[in-house]
């Protein structure tokens, strides 16, 4: 297994993982209109965890020069349990360090426990504030 950035040949594999991990995920979230948006930024923040030529992981991450934030943390179903979804925001983590990031935020959904849990062994915290959005 190797994580290492994202090039436009892993589109389909990323595509296929994205669909497993979020198959509820509105269409403003799929890999059609997320990559390309993505890419645009030029920041180098979407890593992916590869075994052969498969995708099997990914990590999205953004930085504004206040805040870090990570994005489309996801690993295959037959892949998980070896470690890949912690070698992934500690790669994110990483990259966000060196751009001099020094606080990183991410939203779980409230029903998801055991990515919750996920996070808070990586040394993530529940912080006291509310989630809010606004579609444009």
């Not at 390309?36 to 030029?42: D, G, I, S």
């Not at 994005?71 to 983590?93: C, D, F, H, N, P």
């Not at 966000?96 to 040394?123: D, H, M, P």
Request: proline letters at 4%.
């Amino acid at each position: 297994m190797e994580i290492r950035p994202y090039t436009r040949e892993d589109f389909d594999g990323l595509d296929a993982l994205w669909r497993e991990a979020f198959p509820d995920d509105p269409p403003r979230n799929r890999a059609e209109q997320s990559i390309p948006a993505k890419l645009a930024m030029n920041d180098d923040l979407l890593f992916v965890a590869v075994d052969g030529d498969m995708v099997i992981g990914s990590i999205m991450a953004g930085y504004d020069g206040h805040r870090g934030w990570l994005y489309s943390v996801a690993v295959r179903q037959s892949a998980k349990r070896r470690g890949i979804g912690t070698a992934l925001v500690e790669t994110a983590e990483a990259a966000l360090r060196r751009l001099g990031c020094c606080k990183i935020n991410l939203q779980v959904r409230s029903t998801n426990a055991a990515v919750i849990e996920f996070y808070k062994g990586l040394g993530f915290a529940v912080e006291d504030h509310i989630s809010m959005g606004r579609l444009l």
